[in-house]
T-cell receptor
Framework: SQQGEEDPQALSIQEGENATMNCSYK?????LQWYRQNSGRGLVHLIL?????REKHSGRLRVTLDTSKKSSSLLITASRAADTASYFC???????????FGKGTRLHILP | DTGVSQDPRHKITKRGQNVTFRCDPI?????LYWYRQTLGQGPEFLTY????????KSRLLSDRFSAERPKGSFSTLEIQRTEQGDSAMYLC?????????????FGPGTRLLVL
């Protein structure tokens, strides 16, 4: 089963613009992570935010977490062609010793 | 390269054949995970190991699937009597920590096509 639900499913923006992706989940979490996957390859970890954190930054990435709404957002600023990929949120909880991935957002950066 | 490696990268087989995939995790990572990913979906958890112990198996893992990690290092995933529905990307990941989930490091995956 998949816990997270990313929105939108697909997103196309011009290079240089900001990209925002959202993730909603159903049950209480311990951590929420975002991963990137280039076409046909493995996943690369981007950022982890804990349930007691509200915002985190890493380079051009900004992640927010709202546990009251059970949602998170990933913002990529000043997008580049190399950002074209699928982005997945993944959650884990105290009850369960594994992480659950959403279906992902496919991001396409237009030149 | 000291990342997670998987072999083979691609496998084409005929329905009914057995296939085996190998995953070499990052050295000294206690945990090793197997996922399956179909087109347009996120990775779905199959099973994981802590050292050589297999701690959890998903309901997705039918009796035709078996995974081992005999010495707590590399792992194998075997699918017996493959079916067309087994066609997917099989991803392996490892994690250095023993407690509740932190970052997982993924391999490049093995893409399986069952004809």
């Amino acid at each position: 089963s998949q816990q997270g639900e990313e929105d939108p499913q697909a997103l196309s923006i011009q290079e240089g613009e900001n990209a925002t992706m959202n993730c909603s989940y159903k049950t209480s979490i311990n951590n929420l992570q975002w991963y990137r996957q280039n076409s046909g390859r493995g996943l690369v970890h981007l950022i982890l935010i804990r349930s007691n954190e509200r915002e985190k930054h890493s380079g051009r990435l900004r992640v927010t977490l709202d546990t009251s709404k059970k949602s998170s957002s990933l913002l990529i600023t000043a997008s580049r062609a190399a950002d074209t990929a699928s982005y997945f949120c993944a959650t884990d909880s105290w009850r369960d010793d594994k992480i659950i991935f959403g279906k992902g957002t496919r991001l396409h950066i237009l030149p | 390269d000291t990342g997670v490696s998987q072999d083979p990268r691609h496998k084409i087989t005929k329905r009914g054949q057995n296939v085996t995939f190998r995953c070499d995790p990052i050295s000294e990572h206690n945990r090793l995970y197997w996922y399956r990913q179909t087109l347009g979906q996120g990775p779905e958890f199959l099973t994981y190991f802590q050292n050589e112990a297999q701690l959890e198996k998903s309901r997705l893992l039918s009796d035709r699937f078996s995974a081992e990690r005999p010495k707590g290092s590399f792992s194998t995933l075997e699918i017996q009597r493959t079916e067309q529905g087994d066609s997917a990307m099989y991803l392996c990941a490892s994690s250095p920590l023993v407690r509740v989930q932190e970052t997982q490091y993924f391999g490049p995956g093995t893409r399986l096509l069952v004809l």
